[in-house]
């Protein structure tokens, strides 16, 4: 969630808009001060007069260095600093300019680090024109350490206040020209900072204090109290400061993995509308958009999946995104009814359009409920015409039961609805209904943009001609023979005149189902 810096107080802001240049400038006091713990005690041959101008020279350049250090992060930091400036003001920034500050806020750890070893290295050289060219070791070294510390330092500080604000929703891999550092040189970078160099440097301490010695500069003993004293302070200095630096790398690391972690915990909990905040764009960064990713993915086939079941049944639904519907067909054996509203041509042209829609509505929703409720599927409605399917996609050994029991209960719903419609001052609806089972094609059919789960082949088409033959028996509910044959101890049934049908040479015996 991004933060609403509208609610922020003036010194709240100012630490926000600032924090970046205030981290920076923390960090080389740090190193500063402990460039100064390190060179006193390797200050013991030099003259009064060089120390007081070392001093002095220390000041200026610190004053120097602290002023370049503002007017050049002021200046690099200029999108970024509008952004925040419109954010608080509730504008959204110009695009172009809200690319910018996010390119410039994900390289200025990188700018920094590069300012302060130039800072450094310079310095580093001019304090070794004063004193000696030895001391060039202890001022790179030192260098180095406030480098990685303000690279570290400045990427929390932006990992905790700038990214939050500037990424709401994540995306920082996807920001053109921007350098990033992987895990494995972060390590690295981490063994460096906290062995390698504390190391070297005390190997230089003692290289430095052997060669005061040869040149007869301190005595022994003074030479073994100045050792004990000076890598004692050195090592306590650099146990504070891998501490430090540790625990801005263990921040780095922990922070996007446990968000990670709660996102992961909420998704697997069916909380599709988890959304895990990216702080970084290195590999965890990468984990946490992907799995945002995935997510929106997961989301947005539920979307297609509830959407689909609108206009698809759920069963059809769930058989074809779970890939169990071949898309080149198959055969399977199923039962099929077809119902049809009879008299509905006349009932148009004398009903009102929205009670006819509502009496449509009406007698549709109520006879898809009971199919659905014995196990059918609706296939589709065709004006007032319905086809459904026993069976298929999943099979059912008892589906030719199924199929007529179905159609005695929608006998029964039928007159249910004419008696709430009576009460309403409506017309009296009438229904055939045609059943017959056997072989049919189910396949996805249709063109290359819009397809549909429909059966084909000579058992659909007498199924719906069984249907239409209501209209000359003056029945509801006919069925063939192969379903009266199959059911004639479960059901009564009424031997109907065979009569020829279209699509069929010999004439069709079907059969009433009786109440």
């Known amino acids: 969630m991004k933060p609403d810096i509208r609610t922020y107080g003036k010194l709240r802001y100012f630490s926000l808009i600032n924090s970046m240049l205030l981290g920076n400038i923390f960090v080389n006091f740090i190193g500063d001060f402990i460039t100064k713990i390190f060179f006193a005690h390797r200050s013991l041959t030099l003259s009064d007069g060089l120390l007081t101008l070392l001093r002095h020279l220390d000041i200026t350049y610190g004053t120097i260095s602290l002023a370049v250090i503002c007017i050049i992060t002021i200046w690099y930091e200029r ?26 806020l994900l390289n200025e750890p990188f700018m920094v680090v590069g300012m302060d070893i130039f800072i450094w290295g310079f310095g580093t050289i001019l304090f070794a024109f004063f004193t000696s060219p030895k001391n060039l070791g202890m001022g790179i070294a030192c260098g180095l350490i406030t480098g990685m510390m303000a690279f570290f330092w400045v990427e929390h500080v932006s990992q905790h206040n700038m990214v939050p604000l500037f990424f709401p929703d994540g995306g920082l891999s996807k920001v053109k020209g921007v350098r990033s550092v992987n895990l494995q040189t972060r390590l690295v970078a981490l063994v460096f900072a906290v062995s390698i160099v504390p190391l070297a440097f005390i190997h230089l301490t003692i290289g430095q204090f052997r060669i005061m010695l040869v040149n007869e500069k301190v005595t022994p003993f003074m030479l073994a109290e100045s050792i004990q004293k000076t890598i004692a302070v050195e090592s306590l200095m650099f146990m504070v400061i891998s501490i430090l630096i540790a625990m801005l790398v263990l921040h780095h690391l922990r922070k996007p993995v446990v968000e990670i972690i709660r996102t992961m915990s909420r998704v697997r909990k069916g909380d599709l509308n988890a959304k895990a905040v990216v702080y970084t764009n290195d590999e965890i960064g990468f984990a946490g958009e992907a799995l945002n990713s995935m997510t929106a993915g997961l989301r947005e086939r539920e979307l297609i999946k509830n959407t689909f079941g609108r206009y698809v049944d759920s069963k059809i639904r769930d058989e074809i995104l779970n890939g169990n519907i071949p898309l080149d067909g198959e055969f399977k054996e199923a039962t099929i009814l077809f119902a049809d509203l009879r008299d509905f041509t006349p009932l148009v042209d004398k009903t009102a359009p929205k009670e006819l829609i509502h009496l449509l509505n009406d007698y549709l929703n109520a006879m898809a409920e009971t199919i659905k409720e014995h196990g059918g599927l609706i296939l589709q409605f065709i004006g007032d015409e319905i086809e459904a399917v026993f069976g298929a996609p999943i099979y059912n050994p008892n589906h030719v039961h199924y199929a ?34 056997g072989t049919v094609l189910a ?49 009564v049934f009424k031997p109907m005149p065979a009569i020829k049908v279209k699509g069929k040479s010999e004439p069709v015996q079907t059969f009433s189902l009786e109440p």
């Open 404 to 437: 007529v029991q179905a159609a005695l209960s929608m006998r029964k719903r039928l007159e249910e609805i004419n008696r709430n419609h009576a009460l309403q001052g409506y017309a009296t609806l009438n229904h055939g209904i045609g059943i017959h089972t």
């Open 443 to 491: 396949a996805n059919i249709g063109s290359s943009d819009r397809t549909a789960y429909s059966l084909i082949g000579s058992t659909v088409n007498l199924a719906s001609r069984i249907q239409d033959l209501n209209k000359e028996f003056g029945t509801d509910i006919l069925v063939s023979s192969k379903v009266a044959e199959e059911l004639e101890k479960a059901f």
């Open 79 to 104: 999108p970024i600093r509008r952004c925040i400036r419109n954010f608080a003001d509730g504008i959204d920034p110009d695009p172009r300019l809200l690319d910018s500050a996010r390119r410039r």
